[in-house]
């Protein structure tokens, strides 16, 4: 894809049960360990080295006893399997989480950029999504309601998880500046539209949004991957055909403690088609009280 954006979806809490935490062994490329692997995502993120290659951000404690070439799955409780082929641990990353870098291969129900609303586990190859005996229930940061008139039809999406990096986040911005992200998928199956919106030196305060920003929507309605379309918008001089008319407001900003704040706004304009994709036209986008986690250190 030409476009540079990076989008990102982050999903509920972590959990990595005490049997997963045993030395691993690699046999024949997969991984193998005394007990299963069950360890639980909770943010992942494409990292701009290609199409099929994601951040998986993993708890700080996690071993590292993957090695380059390691497999194992990402699976969903609603049924969604990507064979993934471990790369490498981003030690370098300024973060309280281990970020575990791995491609990622097809999926027959949806790509895995259109799932930033799903909950995912590591597990060995070809074992079964935990439990509830053996995995925490999985919780949603936040699940506000957005509207929007997309190409004339209207669009509802439940929220995924919206995160404000006060001290910026490096491994998606070198220069340290606040970042926050919102994200929504689709409330209606079999639609599977994600939209993510990213900002770049953010300011935490009503009015037209003025910073670095970057938007994602990609997905179809009938939910069939082999239909699936991306159309966007970046502030990115290389892509001067991607900075359209589209604009976001923040109607509303209420830090409600240290880690947690409310944000409530609204957008429209163009997202421009990416690789033979359609335009599209978005109006009268609104979303309402979204808890926003944010994070007062760097990162």
């Not at 982050?10 to 046999?27: E, I």
């Not at 944000?263 to 990416?274: A, M, R, T, V």
Request: overall charge positive.
């Amino acid at each position: 894809m030409k476009s540079t954006l990076l989008f990102c979806a982050f999903l509920a809490s972590f959990f990595t049960d005490t049997a997963s935490r045993n030395a691993a062994s690699v046999v024949n490329g997969a991984i193998s360990t005394a007990a299963p692997l069950r360890i639980k995502v909770l943010t992942f993120m494409n990292t701009g080295e290609g199409n099929d290659t994601y951040y998986f951000m993993v708890d700080k404690a996690t071993p590292q006893n993957l090695t380059t070439g390691s497999k194992f799955d990402l699976v969903s409780e609603q049924g969604d399997r990507f064979k993934c082929v471990f790369k490498r641990y981003d030690l370098a990353a300024s973060s309280k989480f281990l970020p575990i870098i791995a491609s990622v291969g097809d999926n027959n129900r949806t790509p895995l950029g259109n799932l930033s609303n799903t909950d995912f586990y590591i597990v060995n190859t070809g074992a079964a999504f935990p439990s509830a005996t053996t995995a925490a229930a999985p919780s949603k940061i936040t699940s506000p309601v957005l509207t929007a008139n997309l190409n004339g039809s209207t669009w509802s999406a439940n929220g995924g998880s919206s995160l404000f990096y006060e001290g910026g986040n490096s491994m998606i911005d070198k220069t340290g500046k606040p970042y926050f992200m919102l994200s929504f998928l689709s409330a209606n199956a079999p639609d599977n539209r994600n939209l993510t919106l990213q900002f770049k030196d953010f300011k935490p305060v009503v009015g037209k949004i003025k910073s670095n920003m970057q938007v994602l929507l990609a997905g179809h309605s009938s939910g069939e991957a082999k239909k699936s379309e991306t159309a966007g918008y970046q502030v990115n001089p290389q892509f001067p055909e991607q900075m359209t008319n589209f604009a976001v407001e923040v109607t509303k900003w209420e830090r409600i403690s240290k880690d947690k704040a409310i944000i409530s706004g609204k957008f429209s304009g163009k997202l421009k088609g990416i690789m033979n994709s359609a335009d599209v036209s978005c109006q009268n986008g609104v979303f309402k009280d979204v808890e926003v986690v944010c994070y007062t250190g760097k990162y």
